[in-house]
């Protein structure tokens, strides 16, 4: 078994099960999520009948690397895993306002108060069954939901290894492969796992839920008044458009979406993102951002607007730079934040999905 997939209450009464001391909770607890152990010998304040228990009961990693790339420009590192049934899924960390960023980039791709951020993106599911048209995962086809452990060792894999280099993960966007809102319970009790004050203690307001728009769940997430943030991703203002592009609108209709997002802003007093994938001609043209902007008038919100990734089952373009402040700027005369996210890493094919995609093709 995987020893993420244990929350703190389970490991507890684990160790009571085996006859040991109340502490030793604790003490396994903190070597996993403060000192990121990955093998029962590094917890030396255990007794060695308790490591050796531990090691035949247990795994520490549930994936084995299967490619490392680094884009070009050095900020972005993508990790491809293989699980056990030989799934693959991706993580990528992006590394945003480094002294030695170039200057013509970290402006834009920075914003306020993102200092040396190191932000993680992660799966919730290899592939998805949500079938976007332009996405990567999505023209994989949904495999299977990742359990909540495998979910945190993503989070530990990185964590590991900027600790090698005195660097801790700032933020961490459920924004790889698959959709979160489809495996809400493996989710969330990874953001609870890792969010724990006596473990990793990672803030709630650091961590970002992305979300193709599931009604139901949004409404859950906002019931829950959890202080993790929320994306919703948009991508169109006619139900006939968007439901051209995501499969997912002919179920939960733009009004319904957007209602469940106002609700969500009442419930929480929190501000929500719309993600937008600029596709030429598509949905970047300055009468899309008024109409989108009338839409939105009123509901506490953000717009993060990325020029599309191009893959492989997809025949859209990127919008050019030129367009895409066109965009925005729209959209802010009209009153409605927005800003636009640099692709990232695009060299390794940073939109999640495609390296899994290549990878399963070959
Ligand atoms: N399933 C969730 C989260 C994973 S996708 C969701 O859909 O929101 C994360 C974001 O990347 C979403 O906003 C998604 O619409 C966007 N995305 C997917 N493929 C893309 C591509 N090829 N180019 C740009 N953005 C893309
Ligand atoms: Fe799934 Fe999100 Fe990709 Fe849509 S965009 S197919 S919901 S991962």
Same mark, same amino acid.
């Given at each position: 078994m995987l020893i993420y997939d244990l929350d703190f209450p389970e490991l507890t009464k684990l160790l009571k099960e085996w006859k040991e001391p109340a502490y030793r909770a604790k003490q396994v607890w903190q070597g996993l999520y403060q000192h990121f152990y990955d093998t029962s010998e590094q917890f030396t304040t255990l007794p060695k009948s308790l490591r050796d228990k531990i090691a035949e009961h247990f795994t520490f990693s549930p994936f084995s690397v299967k490619v490392v790339q680094d884009s070009s420009d050095g900020f972005t590192r993508k990790t491809l895993f293989e699980l056990p049934d030989k799934n693959l899924i991706e993580a990528v960390l992006m590394r945003y306002g480094d002294p030695a960023d170039n200057p013509q980039i970290s402006p834009s791709t920075t914003g306020r108060g993102a200092k040396n951020r190191r932000t993680l993106c992660i799966s919730s599911q290899a592939g998805c069954a949500m079938g976007c048209v332009f996405c990567a995962t999505g023209q994989l086809g949904f495999k299977r939901h990742l359990s909540s452990g495998e979910i945190v060792a993503q989070v530990m894999y990185y964590a590991?290894?900027?600790?090698?280099? *005195?660097?801790?993960?700032?933020?961490?966007?459920?924004?790889?492969?698959?959709?979160?809102?489809?495996?809400?319970?493996?989710?969330? /009790?990874?953001?609870?796992?890792?969010?724990?004050? *006596?473990?990793? @203690?990672?803030?709630a307001r650091r961590f970002t839920i992305s979300t193709v728009g599931m009604v139901p769940a949004i409404k859950r997430f906002a019931d829950e008044k959890r202080q993790v943030n929320l994306a919703v991703s948009l991508h169109a203002v006619d139900d006939e458009s968007r439901s051209a592009m995501m499969p997912v609108n002919r179920r939960y209709k733009i009004e319904e979406v957007l209602d469940a997002c106002e609700y969500y802003v009442m419930q929480t007093s929190r501000r929500v993102t719309f993600e937008w994938a600029l596709i030429s001609g598509? @949905?970047?043209?300055?009468?899309?951002?008024?109409?989108?902007? /009338?839409?939105?008038?009123?509901?506490?919100?953000?717009?993060? /607007?990325? #020029?599309?990734?191009?893959? /492989?089952?997809?025949?859209?373009?990127?919008?050019?730079?030129?367009?895409?402040?066109?965009?925005?700027?729209?959209?802010?005369?009209?009153?409605? #934040?927005?800003?636009?996210?640099?692709?990232?890493?695009? *060299?390794?094919?940073a939109g999640c999905g495609q390296l899994a995609g290549a990878e399963t093709k070959k």
């Open positions: 590991r290894q900027l600790k090698a280099q *005195d660097e801790v993960v700032t933020n961490i966007v459920l924004m790889g492969m698959g959709e979160p809102f489809h495996n809400y319970e493996n989710t969330m /009790a990874a953001i609870d796992r890792l969010n724990d004050a *006596d473990g990793f @203690n990672f803030g598509v @949905n970047d043209t300055p009468e899309i951002a008024r109409k989108l902007a /009338a839409k939105l008038r009123g509901l506490m919100c953000h717009v993060n /607007a990325i #020029p599309l990734n191009p893959t /492989a089952g997809f025949s859209g373009k990127a919008t050019d730079r030129e367009r895409a402040i066109i965009f925005r700027e729209t959209l802010e005369q009209s009153g409605i #934040p927005c800003t636009i996210r640099m692709r990232r890493g695009i *060299d390794i094919a």
